[in-house]
């Protein structure tokens, strides 16, 4: 997902052992219904239709994504920054939003009560895209060509006013947190930063277990609601067409699901209905670093204009979320679980030790979980653990030797193992971001 979408986009069976394969398992999935029943999230009508909150195990679940995607940035030279969800209207103005997307926008809002309503005053906004805000701080100083590419990157809130009728879940809502990023950089460079964005995408969603439904190229169609010469249209276009040929990635061309300022690569989802959704894009801009007049200085000393590539590699949180439960309902990647460790004492006597083993997991930052006898028999706690990807047995000879029972989310069963091996090799999967439970036969 990128700043200016259309309406309508914002952006397994070895989890239980189960025989079905993976497809008709995750058609029997619903992120609203799971949701509620795994205590990830919910909705209350006080705070409003498309404004959902989230709970600790939810919380928890949006916290790893997004340090995931962090991190991941991060190391592709990425510089992150933060800016305001409001902007005034003239930004907008400036950007194309307010003439192309104003349906999609919240009404403007006067900052100080005695302007509201008033002819000539300052007009604030809820943003509806985060662009506009990265094109005006890449021209708050001057920029040389030795900075370029420029990749500038924010996990920042927006909102978008979306009728009541659509709202849903995670999938359409009215507050969102948008995984964006824009990349400033010279011509010869747009095509090389498209391909490195687009390699980003795929790995993330190899580390998510996400399968994209199809990869669409989203062209213009009839009608006037692109902005900027065809003579660009078409270069951006060839662009974003080359790196695709190159990528070996099957994709498909579609008429009319361009943005309004230019061409995407748009990484299409489905859910267990079969419904599309876009949750990744790659774009190309010509239009809005000549709106904001932004420039940088060649080596010729003379001043040139940057093009912009929108990259999302997650797009909006709430929809990859949303995704995420239904495609493993409910059971995340280990890296991504809530509870990555459940310790389960067979009686009151290895508490102790289950206590001490899970003090231990928290030291390499292990979500964790001690359920006890008074949970229930230990075949009771082992069933409503049944989500988490590692449950440690610990009984009275483990504890005597330092050693766990660990049983894989999969239905494998290890041979009791010192707590430190478990510990170690659990961690480098988890900080691999890997979506193998273990690294051995078991």
């Known amino acids: 997902m990128s700043c200016s979408k259309p309406r309508g986009e914002c952006p397994g069976a070895s989890s239980y052992g189960h025989s079905l394969h993976p497809r008709e398992e995750t058609a029997m999935y619903d992120h609203r219904r799971l949701g509620r029943e795994l205590e990830l999230f919910g909705t209350d009508p006080l705070i409003g239709a498309g404004l959902p909150y989230w709970l600790p195990d939810g919380a928890a679940v949006r916290h790893s994504l997004e340090e995931y995607v962090r991190t991941v940035e991060r190391r592709a030279g990425y510089q992150h920054v933060y800016s305001p969800v409001l902007g ?8 194309g939003h307010w003439s192309h997307y104003r349906g ?7 900052p100080e009560a005695g302007d509201a309503g008033r002819d000539g005053s300052e007009q604030v906004v809820l943003r509806p895209s985060l662009c506009p805000h990265h094109a005006v701080i890449f021209r708050s100083r001057s920029r040389s060509h030795r900075e370029l590419p420029l990749r500038m990157a924010e996990l920042g809130g927006m909102y978008r006013s979306e009728p009541s009728g659509v709202l849903g879940g995670l999938t359409r809502v009215r507050a969102i947190q948008l995984n964006d990023a824009h990349v400033f950089c010279t011509p010869d460079q747009v095509a090389e930063e498209v391909g490195a964005a687009l390699e980003l995408i795929v790995r993330a969603y190899r580390a998510l277990g996400i399968v994209p439904a199809r990869y669409r190229l989203s062209l213009p169609g009839p009608g006037g609601k692109y902005v900027g010469s065809p003579d660009l249209w078409r270069r951006s276009t060839a662009l974003l067409t080359d790196v695709l040929d190159g990528s070996g990635l099957a994709y498909e061309a579609a008429e009319g699901e361009a943005a309004f300022y230019g061409p995407k690569i748009d990484v299409q989802v489905a859910d267990a209905a079969g419904r599309e959704s876009t949750l990744s894009t790659v774009q190309v801009d010509f239009h809005q670093p000549e709106r904001f007049d932004l420039r940088y200085v060649g080596a010729d000393g003379a001043g040139h204009r940057p093009v ?8 909006s949180v709430e929809r990859a979320v949303a995704h995420l439960i239904e495609q493993h309902g409910g059971a995340f990647p280990a890296w991504l679980a809530p509870t990555q460790m459940e310790v389960l004492p067979v009686s009151g006597d290895q508490v102790p030790a289950a206590e001490e083993f899970a003090r231990r997991c928290g030291e390499p930052d292990l979500r964790v979980r001690v359920s006890g006898p008074e949970r229930g028999s230990l075949g009771a706690r082992i069933r409503a653990a049944r989500l988490v990807p590692y449950q440690a047995v610990i009984g009275a000879k483990e504890a005597v030797d330092g050693k766990v029972a660990l049983r894989l989310r999969d239905g494998r069963r290890l041979d009791p193992l010192p707590a430190g091996e478990v510990l170690e090799r659990i961690r480098a999967l988890v900080g691999a971001h890997s979506t193998d439970l273990w690294d051995g036969t078991a």
């Open 88 to 95: 005034k209207r003239e930004l907008y103005e400036i950007s």
């Open 104 to 110: 999609d926008m919240f009404p403007p809002m006067a």
């Open 308 to 315: 912009m590539v929108h990259r999302s590699i997650v797009g």
